[in-house]
Structures are given as C-alpha cells and as structure tokens.
C-alpha cells in the first residue's frame, strides 16, 4: 500500500507561528493531503489560502519526514512562508491563532522543531 503524502506548513508573521486547532483538541502546524498530481509547493499554497484564507509566495522546503498511522505510512513534507497579512480563519477550523515563538501551545516535537528551523530558514 502507497503512503499518503501530506502537505505541512509552519506559517510565521515576525515572531509568531499560525497554529491550527484538531477536532481532537490538539494545535499543530497547518495542512493537509496532496492531491493527486499537485505539485507539492502549490498544496501548501492551497491549504495556507484554505485554512488562513490569505495567499502567501513561494513557500521553502524544509523537510520529508515520515509517520507510520495504523497499517499506513505518511510522508509529511513541510514547507515554510511568511504571513504577509492578517490570517482569515476558516470559520469550520475549531480553532486558529497566532502564536508566539516564546509561548507555544503542547505541538508534536517534530513540529516545534520545525517551526525553530524556518525562523533560521526565513
């Protein structure tokens, strides 16, 4: 069975980062899966402009990762941009917001690392 592949993006504006909430409860980086055929860079754009309702330029690549979830495996590929304007929430999100770098909320340490790494990237 393929992976599936995903699509995470670590959104900053200055010296924040844009976190979504889970139906679970749980904050983590923005995104989604890719689309069969989508060039990778062009999914962050769109689930940046989904879930922020804002577009954002050319996002960087910051690394392939992968995640075993149930009998399936996950490639996650994470991309970085800057916020050039004030994020527009999907109002079906439970839950948005900006966060400062010194105060994030409880993320999967692969994600906190990531985020460390586009502040050095950006």
């Known amino acids: 069975m393929p992976a599936e592949v995903y699509i995470e993006v670590v959104a900053l504006a200055d010296e924040a980062v844009w976190l979504v909430q889970t139906p679970s409860g749980d904050w983590s980086l923005p995104g989604g899966p890719l689309e069969e055929g989508e060039e990778p860079a062009h999914g962050a754009r769109r689930w940046i402009a989904r879930m922020a309702g804002v577009a954002v330029e050319e996002p960087v690549i910051l690394e392939a990762t992968s995640r075993h979830e149930g009998e399936r495996w996950r490639l996650i590929l994470r991309y970085a941009c800057r916020l050039t ?25 692969d994600q906190r690392a990531a985020i460390y790494r586009a502040l050095q990237v950006l």
């Open 85 to 109: 304007q004030e994020p527009r929430p999907d109002p079906t999100l439970p839950g948005s917001g900006l966060f400062h770098i010194e105060h994030l909320p409880p993320l999967a340490p």
